[in-house]
Antibody
């Protein structure tokens, strides 16, 4: 059974950093691209970033470029999202997703609140 | 960025009804559209990919169609377990973009 478990969310002040982790199991992690998707009541679902199987190719939405870094450790079956210079508009539930043809499996989500 | 205009925002149906949701892309997305179901407090669950391909575990009462810019998603014979929000996703071009969602409620 495919499982994706996010961790690392919480309350953080504007301008500070936070690192999310996503532990994967139930499939060969190194064979799949991975992604982060976030959701807010006002903006809905937004793709945030993606990473290729080996980690050599990464992609970001414009609003997080230069602030967020997606990475992965295939030996640990884990992907990460380093979020720097956080803004109030980054407040959201962040989901880890496996990239089959699309986002075919999702984690349960982790809440990130950016507020002073 | 490709905009996905999803309608209606909400839908009220009786058990056994057929309902249809549409998504119009701001440009041709070459059938690269997926549909997701989301229940409160849960992650989205993929139901359909590449316009009309049901993913494993998706009941046959769900269907999808379309081409070019215009796509639709239907549920025939709505069941109580189908009460949820539904989203389209275009994955033809980065940034992948979602529709705003349709909330399906029981009449």
């Amino acid at each position: 059974e495919v499982q994706l478990v996010e961790s690392g969310g919480g309350l953080v002040q504007p301008g500070r950093s936070l690192k999310l982790s996503c532990a994967a199991s139930g499939f060969t992690f190194s064979n799949y691209g991975m992604a982060w998707v976030r959701q807010t009541p006002t903006k809905g679902l937004e793709w945030v970033a993606s990473i290729s199987t080996g980690g050599g190719n990464t992609y970001y939405r414009d609003s997080v470029k230069g602030r967020f870094t997606i990475s992965r450790d295939n030996a640990k079956n884990t992907q990460y999202l380093q979020m720097d210079s956080l803004r109030s508009e980054d407040t959201a539930t962040y989901y880890c997703a496996r990239l089959g043809a699309t986002f075919d499996y999702w984690g349960q989500g982790v809440m990130v609140t950016v507020s002073s | 960025d490709i905009q996905m205009t999803q309608s209606p925002p909400s839908l009220s149906a009786s058990l056994g009804d057929k309902v249809t949701i549409t998504c119009q892309a701001s440009q041709n997305i070459n059938k690269y559209i997926a549909w997701y179901q989301q229940k409160p407090g849960k992650a989205p669950r993929q139901l359909i990919r590449y316009t009309s391909t049901l993913v494993s575990g998706t009941p046959s009462r769900f269907s999808g169609s379309g081409s070019g810019r215009d796509y639709s998603f239907s549920i025939s014979n709505v069941e109580s377990e189908d009460i949820a929000s539904y989203y389209c996703l275009q994955y033809d071009n980065l940034p992948y973009t979602f529709g705003a969602g349709t909330k399906l409620e029981l009449k």
